[in-house]
């Protein structure tokens, strides 16, 4: 059901690839609740993705751009401007890779250079959306941006790797915006801090069924699916949510206030029982 909580709202979208993304999900929610938006990613990414039919279902239209290069986001904004016909209301920064996790690096070996990427692709491109969007006045005032995150910012969780680090980047540059923007713009920044979810990008992390098991167990709501986190996008991109910034926004069914679960004991005495049997 739609609310039309995005009715005459315009946006910027990135990241999305396929049907996966939950950037994707995020397109086909923001269309339902009537805005307007332009879609980007890598020109890699859109060779390899389907987003040409995201932006037929939606009525969007897409511009390759790196959000690692400022010159390319300068381009991708102004032009952004153009074909919605005036300021931005949302931005949703849904943008996380890491080469030192695809190559199969551990956090204790890690090769710099795909480190540096990782901080650049994953938090440093957050920054830089947001600085050029400030020199260009490019968002309304009582806008919303909104960027992908995960609880690894703030626990250890094995295989997540160095994007850990790039979280918790992410999540700091959300705060230290969110306070000059609020302050000047009264535009918000939040960041979402999402269940494990089978996204293309997080098929790649060591583990990721165990660990989706795992926290699916311990969360007294279960994970939350890439709808889920659609859905509560759309919120704090509507009117609703005016006074929430600089906030780092759990959720993960809960699973960030567990300590240890019922479900997740039972499986764990379940697997010592098979283990002292053998």
């Known amino acids: ?16 690839l396929n049907d996966m993304s939950i950037a994707w999900q995020v397109a086909e929610k923001a269309h339902e609740e009537g805005a307007s938006f ?23 239209q897409v511009i390759p751009a790196d959000a690692t290069d400022v ?11 153009e074909i919605l016909g005036g300021k931005i209301d949302f931005i949703l920064h849904s943008i996380g890779m890491s080469p030192n996790v695809r190559k199969g690096l551990t ?13 650049d692709i994953s938090a440093l491109s957050f920054h830089k959306i947001l600085l050029v969007c400030r020199k260009l006045d490019a968002i309304s005032e009582w806008g919303s941006v909104v960027a992908l995150s995960y609880v690894a910012a703030q626990r250890t969780l094995y295989g997540y790797n160095d994007m850990a680090d790039a979280k ?13 923007y609020g302050r000047d713009k009264k535009i918000r920044i939040n960041t979402i801090s999402q ?12 583990g990721i069924d165990r660990l989706l098991d795992f926290s699916d167990r311990m969360s007294p709501l279960g994970n939350a699916t890439a709808e889920d986190c659609a859905n509560y996008c759309i919120t704090l991109f509507s009117d609703l949510t005016k006074k929430v910034t600089m906030q780092n926004l759990f959720h993960d069914g809960g699973f960030s206030s567990m300590g240890m679960s019922l479900r997740a004991m039972d499986q764990y005495d379940k697997s010592f029982r098979e283990c002292q049997g053998d």
């Open 1 to 16: 059901m739609a609310y039309n909580l995005l009715k005459g709202k315009r946006g910027i979208i990135f990241g999305a």
């Open 38 to 60: 332009v879609l980007t990613n890598t020109p890699v990414a859109l060779r390899m993705g389907e987003i040409d039919e995201l932006a037929r279902k939606t009525g969007s």
């Open 71 to 81: 010159a390319q986001l300068e381009g991708l904004v102004k032009q952004s401007m």
């Open 107 to 119: 956090y204790d070996n890690l090769n710099y250079d795909y480190y540096q990427k990782t901080l």
């Open 168 to 180: 918790a980047l992410l999540e700091s540059i959300a705060r230290s915006f969110g306070y000059i």
């Open 195 to 206: 269940s494990p979810t089978m996204t293309t990008a997080g098929s790649g992390v060591k």
